[in-house]
């Protein structure tokens, strides 16, 4: 999901930072015993509650006489959803899971949490535990049920081990306190608000009659000792009333055959059910995605053939489906432009095409994660070959951010 960045550390040390400036290894001395190149890049994160990117990083055939530091920024407010001493930082191994990285240092004021490796593959920011749903739509004057949940399974036999990561669930919950239910830092809520009520690892959120401005309010539970985690705070974000409204940009990069960029401005709504209803649920909400995609250039190679565009504007019309919990989108893409091409010796005109859906990697798994649910965005590259039997490929990056 961006540029890899490389830098030579030798033995007396020195640090690396990703280009987004999220991320710094920090070499000691003596770790490495010559000059060794370190690589960061961030790239599309598969960790269960990860937070943002995940960074594949790489010190080429070293070995560690001592770990290397890992420091990641805090995500920005809204972002996460629990305190920064309940997030902790996972490491993928070779086999494919991932695992907490013991021990973090968590820095409050600089909003910076680190840990030790003595190996690099992929990291990533992850959160230890969360409120489910972390999201939801509620109709003013209904409830939702809340349940903390945990996102790391520990083994009490191996106390040395770090736990291993899982998407979030009730059933890994260890025996903790949980106090302080609130609706944004107000204990228990008010009726303008909405209420909630807890015991234990549940809780029941109570909408407001009239739907307040703004209309998504924060239920927050304090969390207390769970091991080396220490206290948080987790989060769930509901909205009053109807899911909220998008807008935003996609870009389309194609190679290959099919040589153009395109962009578009897009207006992303709450799809409407033929009986007139939203069509939301507790588990997914549909959205419909409208908006003009514009190829950049007047003419465009087209199967090694030079063509024109006759019209540069092409409607796109299509939804996306938000999976609730863990955050997740699935949605396809199409889009046709037509063309006049020549070969030098007569003129046929055709279309350019673009079809694209998220399940087009040749695997089972069709659901794009979701870092943040209020804000739609993603980075997908897929061979064309694999979809439509034509060479060359094709980056999609959409990026839809919440209004009211």
Same mark, same amino acid.
């Given at each position: 999901m961006g540029p890899a960045l490389e830098k030579s550390i030798d033995s007396t040390g020195g640090s690396l930072t990703s280009a987004d400036g999220r991320l710094t290894i920090t070499v000691p001395p003596g770790a490495v015993s010559s000059e060794t190149t370190f690589s960061i890049r961030p790239v599309t994160s598969m960790a269960p509650s990860a937070i943002g990117v995940s960074?594949?990083?790489? %010190?080429?055939?070293?070995?560690?006489?001592?770990?290397?530091?890992? =420091?990641?920024?805090?995500?920005? %407010?809204?972002?996460? $959803?629990?305190?920064?001493?309940? *997030?902790?930082?996972?490491?993928?191994?070779?086999?494919?899971?991932? $695992?907490l990285l013991a021990d973090p240092q968590r820095d409050d004021v600089n909003k910076v949490i680190s840990a030790s490796s003595a190996f690099l593959f992929s990291a990533a920011i992850v959160e230890e535990l969360q409120i489910l749903p972390l999201m939801a739509s509620v109709r003013e004057g209904t409830t939702v049920d809340l349940t903390v949940?945990?996102?790391? %399974? /520990?083994?009490?036999?191996?106390?040395?081990?770090?736990?291993?990561?899982?998407?979030?669930?009730?059933? *890994? /919950?260890?025996?903790? &306190?949980?106090?302080?239910?609130?609706?944004?830092?107000?204990?228990?809520?008010?009726? &303008?608000?909405?209420?909630?009520?807890?015991?234990?690892? /549940?809780g029941k959120y109570t909408a407001p009659a009239n739907r307040p401005s703004p209309p998504t309010v924060r239920v927050q539970v304090h969390v207390g000792p769970h091991g080396k985690a220490g206290e948080a705070y987790a989060f769930s974000e509901l909205t009053i009333g109807t899911p909220g409204n998008y807008n935003g940009t996609i870009d389309v990069s194609s190679t290959g055959f099919e040589e153009y960029t395109a962009r578009g401005n897009m207006e992303v709504t709450p799809h409407i059910e033929s009986n007139g209803?939203?069509?939301?649920?507790?588990?997914? /909400?549909?959205?419909? &995605?409208?908006?003009? *995609?514009?190829?950049?250039?007047?003419t465009v190679k087209y199967f090694g053939h030079d063509c024109l565009v006759k019209d540069k504007d092409a409607l796109i019309s299509t939804t996306i489906i938000v999976r609730k919990y863990p955050p997740a989108q699935a949605w396809s893409l199409a889009a046709q432009w037509p063309l006049s091409c020549t070969d030098g010796t007569s003129t046929v005109d055709?279309?350019?095409?673009?079809?694209?859906? =998220?399940?087009?990697?040749?695997?089972?798994? =069709?659901?794009?994660?979701l870092a943040d649910p209020n804000h739609l965005e993603g980075c997908y590259f897929f061979d064309r070959n694999t979809c439509k039997g034509v060479n060359g490929t094709t980056q999609v990056i959409w990026d839809f951010k919440q209004k009211y």
């Open positions: 960074y594949s990083m790489s %010190a080429h055939n070293a070995f560690f006489s001592q770990p290397v530091t890992l =420091s990641f920024e805090a995500p920005e %407010a809204g972002v996460s $959803r629990t305190s920064l001493s309940g *997030l902790g930082i996972a490491m993928q191994e070779e086999s494919g899971s991932w $695992r949940a945990y996102c790391v %399974a /520990t083994d009490s036999s191996k106390p040395n081990l770090v736990g291993l990561l899982y998407e979030c669930s009730p059933t *890994l /919950t260890p025996l903790q &306190i949980v106090t302080d239910w609130a609706v944004n830092t107000i204990p228990g809520g008010n009726s &303008i608000l909405g209420t909630v009520s807890g015991y234990q690892n /549940t209803q939203i069509s939301d649920s507790p588990d997914y /909400t549909v959205y419909d &995605i409208k908006g003009t *995609l514009s190829v950049d250039q007047s055709t279309k350019l095409e673009l079809w694209w859906k =998220s399940s087009c990697d040749n695997t089972s798994n =069709s659901l794009i994660p």
